[in-house]
């Protein structure tokens, strides 16, 4: 249910570039990196919006730099999510996602723990009508400190147990999410059950060296955000990817070309045919 509500919002986001080859330019044509007062940015600034047509897709609303809510607005509807970030000192310790629908479909609350000044541990509380969802996640690093895994275990429907688990198995490569396995499987007796597992992979490739305009917001709000769309799990990455395949077992792989327009100081400021755009603030 959850993932059909948003599948028009996630096909926007992986298919809303068109082919091109690499646009950088000084000055690309209607160029978006100013603010809303049109002063053009050429220092330290932060992603402030994405627009596709008249559509802000995307909205992060900041204040001095600090992520304080965020709006995620479906492709083909007025359904709207919106996230409100609360903080214990400079980290993320709660994301609460709620959407405008009634009954509300995604109603997530998110607590954050850190180890070692890395975020470690999140549980997720959801209620959906009368039922109540519980999920606890372990974040691991490989022992070079860089994302391994997020494994979520599940109950559902107020159950005592885990009964379902979901594992997000990172590949980086030169600080990029090269490729992302996302495997679902039943519990059984509080052990994840092989025999009902299902795995949908998600290939990153072609990255540019350009900025990732995703690095200028925390990262720790898109490590949540993954485990509800893991397909933009590459808004992790420090550059932005020229293609996306998605594999599945029995099912042909579907590859999406993205591409980009950037400004001087190499930040992307819209797609070729300039209907993605992407609007920052400065610092």
Request: with cysteine; hydrophobic share 30%; proline share 5%.
């Amino acid at each position: 249910m959850i993932k059909k509500y948003f599948i028009s919002s996630l096909a926007l986001l992986a298919l809303s570039f068109s082919v091109s080859c690499d646009n950088t330019t000084e000055d690309p044509p209607n160029q978006n990196n100013s603010n809303s007062g049109g002063t053009t940015i050429t220092g330290p600034r932060i992603l402030s919006k994405i627009t596709n047509g008249n559509i802000d897709q995307e909205e992060y609303i900041t204040n001095a730099g600090v992520l304080s809510q965020a709006l995620i607005r479906d492709a083909g509807s007025n359904n709207t999510i919106t996230a409100t970030v609360t903080y214990s000192g400079d980290k993320i310790s709660k994301i609460k996602y709620l959407d405008n629908v009634n009954p509300h479909v995604i109603n997530h609350l998110y607590t954050l723990s850190y180890t070692g000044g890395k975020l470690s541990e999140i549980t997720m509380d959801q209620t959906l009508v009368s039922s109540a969802n519980h999920s606890d996640f372990t974040v691991y690093y490989d022992a070079n400190g860089q994302l391994y895994r997020i494994v979520e275990k599940k109950k559902m429907g107020g159950s005592a147990t885990y009964t379902h688990y979901v594992e997000n198995k990172f590949t980086f490569a030169a600080g990029n999410v090269a490729k992302l396995d996302y495997t679902t499987m039943l519990m059984n007796g509080g052990n994840p059950d092989p025999s009902t597992s299902t795995t949908m992979s998600y290939a990153y490739d072609n990255y540019d060296n350009k900025i990732n305009p995703y690095t200028t917001l925390p990262k720790e709000y898109f490590m949540v955000t993954g485990t509800l769309f893991p397909i933009n799990f590459n808004a992790l990455s420090s550059n932005n990817t020229g293609k996306i395949t998605l594999i599945s077992s029995g099912a042909p792989q579907t590859s999406v070309p993205k591409s980009y327009l950037y400004d001087a100081q190499n930040y992307p400021v819209s797609d070729p045919g300039q209907i993605v755009k992407y609007v920052y603030k400065p610092l």
